[in-house]
């Protein structure tokens, strides 16, 4: 290790999911981060979003699959009256048990300063909270 390379760098990505429910690839903020913390560097990468109606996913995007994975929440959690939690948007309990089913964080392998994913994944933030449109991701490089 170089003099001036640090073992732990971080960032916080601030996002704007808007008033629907979203699933946001941050495959490539998070290749541009390593980018610069990994310097080619082999580590892990950890992704965590500091809310507690907010979840991490790694998924294949684009072909369905972001959008099944809404559906499936959907049913699994509906926006109903059925919740304890009340406050906020009708149904917006669900979005508090969110993160038992997909949790707010992943830890990722870097590889040669690269995400080390298969050919098909994507790391999504998965948003439900319609309520909450303003979202932090911190991106940390351990290596």
């Known amino acids: 290790m170089s003099d001036h390379a640090q073992p732990f760098r971080t960032t916080v990505l601030r996002l704007a999911t808007g008033s629907q429910e979203t699933v946001t690839d941050l495959t490539r903020a998070c290749e541009d981060f390593l980018g610069e913390a990994a310097a080619g560097g082999d580590g892990l990468l950890n992704v965590f979003v500091p809310h507690a109606t907010a979840g991490i996913a790694v ?7 972001d959008e099944d994975l809404l559906g499936a929440l959907a049913s699994l959690l509906p926006a109903d009256d059925r919740w304890r939690h009340r406050h906020g948007s009708p149904g917006h309990g669900r979005d508090h048990v969110l993160p038992a089913f997909l949790p707010p964080h992943a830890t990722l392998p870097v590889v040669a300063g690269r995400l080390a994913l298969g050919t098909w994944q994507s790391v999504c933030l998965v948003d439900t909270n319609k309520d909450n449109p303003d979202r932090q991701v911190r991106l940390s490089f351990l290596g």
Do not use: R
Not at 59 to 65: C, F, L, V, Y
């Open 59 to 65: 998924i294949e995007t684009g072909a369905g699959s």
